[in-house]
């Protein structure tokens, strides 16, 4: 399994931003993938994941409203607007195995990727 993040970078506070999370090495419809960020000093919150299945999709409620996470083929995109300095973090994609009848869960991921770094500031 393999995981790559990409897309962060330097936005202003209000902006928007998209991040791409390319996957490959497994076989896509068994697993579902979730994006989390970790801001310095705090620790790992999820953000959200979607089912590349059937794309049933599930949000942190903080992040509910301003993210969006949506999925093309081996590609999982979370768009990101009205952001906020407090969205600075490094943001890291990751992947579970995910059994029939089962919706996504932001918990207990198996796979990771590298982040990428996003940072809101003027």
């Known amino acids: 399994v393999q995981l790559q993040a990409s897309g962060g970078g330097l936005v202003q506070p209000g902006g928007s931003l998209r991040l791409t999370c390319l996957a490959s090495g497994f076989t896509l419809e068994y697993y579902a993938i979730g994006w989390f960020r970790q801001a310095p000093g705090n620790e790992r919150e999820g953000v959200s994941c979607?089912?590349?299945?059937?794309?049933v999709t599930y949000y942190a409620d903080s992040m509910k409203g301003r993210f969006a996470i949506s999925r093309d083929k081996n590609k999982v995109y979370l768009e990101m607007n009205t952001l906020k300095p407090e969205d600075t973090a490094v943001y890291y994609c990751a992947a579970d195995p995910l059994p029939y009848g089962k919706k996504c869960s932001l918990a207990g991921m198996d796979y990771w990727g590298k982040g990428t770094l996003v940072t809101v500031s003027s």
């Open positions: 979607i089912s590349l299945r059937d794309g």
